[in-house]
């Protein structure tokens, strides 16, 4: 595989009072910004590549899918979807909302994953991981991407 190097060019402020910036491009897991759009960023039908795999926060995530785990990003709206296909995993699993108050009210923060010792909690913008084992852990977002 070739390496590439992805460049980061800063925005420039022109003497008209106009800025020069160079489309820069985003991690398909967290959104971290990871530097300017390159060549290999788009595939010979248009869309964007998988570069989950520069980024410091989702690369872990890539080799543990190549490991034969199962991910899931849990998101405000993903989260009735992540929930209803790790229930009809086998053996079965407990899913359940994960409520916490947010500004002085109650409210769905996460999701629990499996009962007592072994049970995990994701929170939104978390990747949750079920190993081949079938044991569940917990990828926690990038600081950025925590409310």
């Not at 590549?49 to 080799?63: F, G, Q, S, Y």
Request: hydrophobic fraction near 35%; charged fraction near 30%.
């Amino acid at each position: 595989m070739t390496t590439r190097i992805r460049t980061t060019t800063p925005d420039r402020l022109n003497p008209d009072g106009s800025t020069t910036f160079h489309l820069k491009r985003c991690c398909n897991g967290c959104g971290q910004k990871l530097g300017d759009v390159a060549d290999w960023d788009v595939d010979d039908h248009g869309n964007l590549t998988d570069v989950r795999d520069e980024c410091p926060n989702c690369a872990p995530l890539v080799e543990l899918e190549a490991a034969g785990c199962k991910t899931w990003q849990l998101t405000p709206r993903s989260i009735a979807r992540v929930a209803d296909q790790i229930d009809r995993l086998r053996p079965w699993v407990f899913t359940k909302g994960y409520w916490q108050e947010v500004d002085g009210k109650l409210q769905v923060v996460g999701l629990r994953i499996g009962e007592g010792e072994t049970r995990v909690v994701a929170f939104f913008d978390d990747w949750i991981i079920r190993h081949p084992d079938d044991r569940f852990s917990v990828h926690a977002a990038p600081e950025e991407a925590q409310r």
